[in-house]
């Protein structure tokens, strides 16, 4: 009998983010996400529900409207300067800039646009008020151990999915 997704199991997916509107892939893991189901919030709950009662090798799509996860976009958190006051190393789209305001706050900021003369950086989440669709396949599912379920994974890190600390996707 197939093992299915419930609590207490320990279950490995891989997955792709693709944008709804030109089916581009956005994002993917590049090693299996694991976790413990049930006691681990790595996970949108709309997907969380989805994987529930599912077995090794289904593959489901979930759309996600970016906005309930990351929250309107806020202009003001995109800064365009003059190169010259930028530091070498980030002159290069794509880049991850961590910014710490006087309170001591960090966030990321992205460097989306560089020319000749300017930089622009954005603190927006990159799927910020984008629909998604978030495809799982699942690829394993197990009994969880005591430690796991105590840590609610794997006991090591797992991958940087583009979550936000207080809402990962």
């Known amino acids: 009998m197939k093992q299915t997704i419930r609590d207490d199991t320990f279950v490995e997916l891989s997955y792709r ?26 996970l949108d709950p709309r997907v969380m529900a989805e994987l529930e009662g599912r077995s090794v090798g289904e593959t489901i799509s979930v759309p996600i409207d970016c906005s309930d996860l ?11 300067d003059l190169i010259e006051n930028v530091p070498e190393e980030y002159r290069e789209v794509g880049m991850q800039i961590l910014m710490e305001n006087e309170k001591g706050e960090t966030k990321t900021f992205f ?3 560089m020319d000749d003369r300017t930089l622009t950086i954005d603190g927006n ?14 690829l394993s599912v197990r009994e969880a151990t005591d430690e796991e379920i105590a840590a609610g994974g794997t006991p090591e890190l797992g ?3 583009g979550g936000s600390p207080t809402r990962p996707i």
């Not at 983010?17 to 790595?42: I, M």
């Not at 989440?125 to 699942?138: D, G, M, S």
């Open 17 to 42: 983010v693709l944008d709804q509107k030109t089916g581009n892939v956005l994002t993917a893991v590049e090693f299996p996400l694991g976790y413990v189901h049930g006691h681990n919030s790595v």
């Open 111 to 113: 460097v989306t646009r």
């Open 70 to 80: 990351y929250g309107a976009r806020d202009e003001s958190l995109v800064i365009t």
């Open 125 to 138: 989440h990159p799927l910020c008020e984008r629909q998604v669709i978030f495809e799982l396949e699942v």
């Open 159 to 161: 991958p940087d999915i």
